[in-house]
């Protein structure tokens, strides 16, 4: 089993609508959760974070956490082309910031 | 600001040359980190540095070398190295080494010939 998981799509989405994205981890010591986002050819940019169990929103990105359940998600609300690209899951241990990246989503979002 | 700049943005090198990648920050972080990227796969951890001393190193081959000459500034030193080694080199950092958001640098994509 792999530490964090994620599927690996695509995931396509119509333009405006929601795409919901999906993470899994095996590690119940983990305390910190990320979000990138990673264009072709780019570097990942961080779009969310997350510590406590529940929502937490910042424009059109909210990210959901359920430690019990041990994932988290990610929702893109009106989706945009832009949006367009391939998402990163990440988690850290309390102990150390190292980062243990899923696999990826890809999202195509289709005009 | 949350920039991190890296230089080259590409880099091309045979397998008998010595070069070298840098890193900087200003953003007055004291954790630093090396990852690798392959096509299609998530970054993967090669080092890091805390309060500029080496705190990890995950097992990476010794034609790789960090250096960290001063709280800004993270290098990597690349000799012998092998075509599977291509791929877009990440530096990222962080306020320190706990639980703190890293952000990344824009890379150098390394092809070795």
């Known amino acids: 089993q792999k530490e964090v998981e994620q599927n690996s799509g695509p995931l396509s989405v119509p333009e405006g609508a929601i795409a919901s994205l999906n993470c899994t981890y095996s590690d119940r010591g983990s305390q910190s959760f990320f979000w990138y986002r990673q264009y072709s050819g780019k570097s990942p940019e961080l779009i969310m974070f997350i510590y406590s169990n529940g929502d937490k929103e910042d424009g059109r990105f909210t990210a959901q956490l359920n430690k019990a359940s041990q994932y988290v998600s990610l929702l893109i609300r009106d989706s945009q082309p832009s949006d367009s690209a391939t998402y990163l899951c990440a988690v850290t241990r309390a102990a150390g910031n190292k980062l243990t990246f899923g696999g990826g989503t890809r999202v195509l979002v289709k005009p | ?113």
Request: glycine share 4%; net charge positive.
């Open chain 2, 1 to 113: 600001d949350t920039e991190v700049t890296q230089t080259p943005k590409h880099l091309v090198m045979g397998m008998t040359n010595k070069k070298s990648l840098k890193c900087e920050q200003h953003m007055g972080h004291r954790a630093m980190y090396w990852y690798k990227q392959k096509a299609k796969k998530p970054p993967e951890l090669m080092f890091v540095y805390s309060y500029e001393k080496l705190s990890i190193n995950e097992s990476v081959p010794s034609r790789f070398s960090p250096e960290c000459p001063n709280s800004s500034l993270l290098n990597l030193h690349l000799h012998a190295l092998q075509p599977e080694d291509s791929a877009l080199y990440l530096c990222a950092s962080s306020q320190d080494f706990s639980r703190d958001t890293q952000y990344f640098g824009p890379g150098t994509r390394l092809t070795v010939l």
